[in-house]
């Protein structure tokens, strides 16, 4: 035995409910093992958030404790984590999950005619047979809502094989419907629109909207503090959240680079940081994530302004948000 072992081997304990006597056998059936620390794996727990599992947990942290064990909490009913215990499905349209969708339409003999409107919504059978497998995916979710807020954000032109900018057509715009005669050359028209309803676990948290992550705050890390404060620190060594995600595109899809058909993770406050590097009239630039027809420095300008806005929107809203109600036990704790 070494002094660390509590660091290096930290197995899921799942509960479902069992009784004092099998809990306390379970935690010493990991001490006997050698291993110090585990993590209580509480998907299969019908009672996540509510009396059965305060009950549950208090007897598996007096088990550890006595014993100097440390122990890891799963933080959500469901994998990923994000769910909030469910609190997620709850809240108002503006803290739910949102996605940016593009769609292409060729024009043919130097017209097009199309209405934009009509186009602003995900197809009722996706062409992508994996967006069938997320349909399926969510119509077992009983929960599930279905959305009546898609906006339209852009109609831009590009030229195809020519390497030019794209041409702005959203004030062009006549009650949702586009007429537009192009100039010389092969071009589509690009649209891109903003929908709740794609992608997988549409009732979970948007990690880039600082308002929703607190739900997942509010509906499980702050329960678990008032409950057991004094464990935090000592025999409570933290929360382990399971691959929490921005949930847009199909499940398990590989390879869905920038620059390839799939939707992509949107926010209120994704919509600001795109103005600010871009300028007013980014909009129009929405389309060089998935064209590769574009200019190609500023094609990867306005990739490159998506992800970084993307990474440090989940950073400080989503991880330093955690971190800074972590930091103010972490000081209990210590005193």
């Not at 929908?195 to 702050?222: F, L, P, W």
Request: aromatic residues 10%; hydrophobic residues 40%; charged residues 25%.
């Amino acid at each position: 035995m070494t002094d660390n072992l509590d660091r290096r081997i930290l197995p899921f304990l799942w509960v479902h409910g069992e009784s004092e006597d099998v809990y306390r056998e379970m935690v010493k059936a990991i001490y006997d093992a050698n291993i110090r620390a585990f993590c209580v794996e509480a998907r299969p727990h019908e009672g996540f958030c509510k009396e059965p599992w305060w009950r549950d947990m208090a007897i598996l942290l007096d088990e550890a404790e006595k014993r100097g064990m440390r122990v890891w909490i799963l933080d959500d009913k469901h994998f990923p984590t994000g769910f909030a215990a469910g609190e997620a499905e709850k809240a108002p349209n503006e803290l739910r999950r949102e996605g940016l969708l593009h769609k292409r339409f060729p024009v043919k003999g130097g017209k097009i005619r199309l209405n934009a409107a009509k186009q602003a919504h995900p197809p009722l059978i996706p062409d992508n047979k994996m967006y069938l497998v997320t349909d399926i995916y969510n119509k077992n979710n009983t929960s599930q809502n279905k959305f009546h807020d898609d906006v339209l954000l852009s109609l831009a032109a590009i030229r195809l094989n020519q390497k030019a900018e794209p041409i702005d057509l959203t004030d062009k715009l006549q009650n949702g419907v586009l007429d537009w005669t192009a100039p010389e050359g092969k071009w589509e028209v690009q649209l891109c629109y903003l929908s709740r309803n794609i992608g997988t676990h549409r009732g979970y948290i948007n990690m880039m909207d600082k308002k929703s992550c607190r739900i997942q705050i509010d509906a499980v890390y702050e329960p678990h503090y008032q409950h057991f404060g004094d464990k935090f620190g000592n025999v409570i060594a933290g929360f382990f959240s399971d691959e929490p995600e921005l949930g847009n595109n199909s499940m398990y899809k590989m390879y869905n680079l920038l620059g390839t058909e799939q939707d992509l993770p949107w926010s209120r406050e994704l919509a600001g940081a795109m103005e600010e590097k871009l300028g007013k009239g980014y909009a129009a630039l929405l389309p060089l994530l998935w064209s590769n027809d574009c200019d190609p420095y500023l094609t990867a300008k306005v990739r490159y302004a998506f992800m970084d806005s993307v990474s440090r929107l989940v950073e400080e809203d989503f991880s330093h948000q955690i971190g800074q109600w972590c930091r103010p036990i972490a000081s209990i704790c210590a005193a």
